[in-house]
């Protein structure tokens, strides 16, 4: 395990590659055992009224956004951070609404995922290694109730309990697809969240994403479908009120308290694997992120 550098990490969805008003101490490009991630991690550190909070910012799509949604390293990604220290991650991406009362410029805090992905490696497990991790409650809400009580301190508008599509892309939704998620009860979709929160729940970091809507996705009849010009419009706004809301967390981050969730013993009383089984590069590998368990 490396020299512990950051504490919290933050991934950057579309529109959001960098955060102003950091102090920077360093921009690394880790070797995971499961190859390098989307771009280098710029390791900063924020002065809060508590205390100083060390932090690794990660753009998803690599900074010019060239990784699709499908190709992006999710399990170097999350290795990476982990390696580097940290035990919580909030992110953020861009997502299309599936509500009218989530309109685009609208935030979000997803509580619930349902997957439409297809062609992802979303394990960190295998390979002679069995683990089964409890994924009921995708995302952590020590670090999500953390992050509404920072919405409620700025102006931006937010909603929260809602579920969110996971598809596959790149192309987005037919308008039969759109409505189909809308009778689900979902109120968001977009092609980032998973594998990505499961395999934050395999490395046992409490993880939170947060969604900034950018568009009505297909299923608005009187509309035309969704473009990426309509999308880039309201992109720039976005990133504005993430980094706004993102200094505001940080100052709840630093206030809260030691790890008492679920999150922090999820592989731990996971492992079904008996430990005379366990293939040595398999536990060699695995215990580059979790030292000790295999």
Not at 168 to 178: D, L, Q
Not at 200 to 219: I, P
Not at 240 to 248: D, F, R, Y
Not at 270 to 293: C, D, F, H, M, W
Request: glycine share 6%; net charge negative; hydrophobic share 35%.
């Amino acid at each position: 395990m490396r020299e512990k550098k950051i504490e919290l990490a933050v991934i950057g969805g579309t529109g959001l590659y960098e955060i102003p008003g950091l102090n920077v101490i360093e921009k690394v490009f880790v070797d995971t055992p499961w190859g390098k991630p989307s771009d280098e991690i710029i390791i900063a550190e924020y002065e809060t009224e508590t205390k100083p909070v060390k932090m690794g910012f990660l753009p998803r799509h690599g900074r010019g956004h060239f990784l699709s949604p499908s190709e992006i390293p999710n399990k170097a990604n999350l290795a990476a951070l982990k390696m580097l220290g940290a035990d919580e991650i909030i992110s953020f991406s861009s997502v299309g609404s599936l509500k009218e009362e989530i309109a685009p410029g609208h935030f979000a805090i997803p509580n619930q995922i349902f997957d439409r992905t297809r062609q992802r490696d979303s394990t960190f497990y295998g390979s002679g290694v069995v683990v089964h991790v409890s994924f009921g409650d995708p995302f952590c809400s020590r670090f999500s109730d953390a992050i509404e009580k920072s919405f409620k301190k700025t102006d931006i508008t937010f909603h929260t309990n809602e579920t969110i599509i996971c598809m596959e892309g790149p192309a987005f939704s037919t308008r039969a697809e759109s409505k189909h998620y809308q009778s689900l009860g979902a109120g968001l979709i977009n092609m980032s969240v998973l594998p990505e929160a499961k395999l934050a729940r395999e490395l046992e970091m409490c993880y939170q994403m947060v969604c900034m809507s950018t568009d009505y996705d297909s299923w608005r009849e009187s509309h035309e479908a969704i473009t990426v010009e309509e999308i880039l419009r309201i992109l720039k706004n976005n990133s504005e009120k993430a980094t706004k809301l993102l200094k505001v967390f940080i100052e709840e981050y630093a206030k809260l308290p030691e790890r008492d969730c679920a999150c922090k013993d999820a592989v731990k009383y996971s492992i079904i694997t008996a430990e005379a089984s366990r293939p040595q590069n398999t536990r060699e590998k695995l215990n580059k992120v979790l030292p000790g368990y295999f």
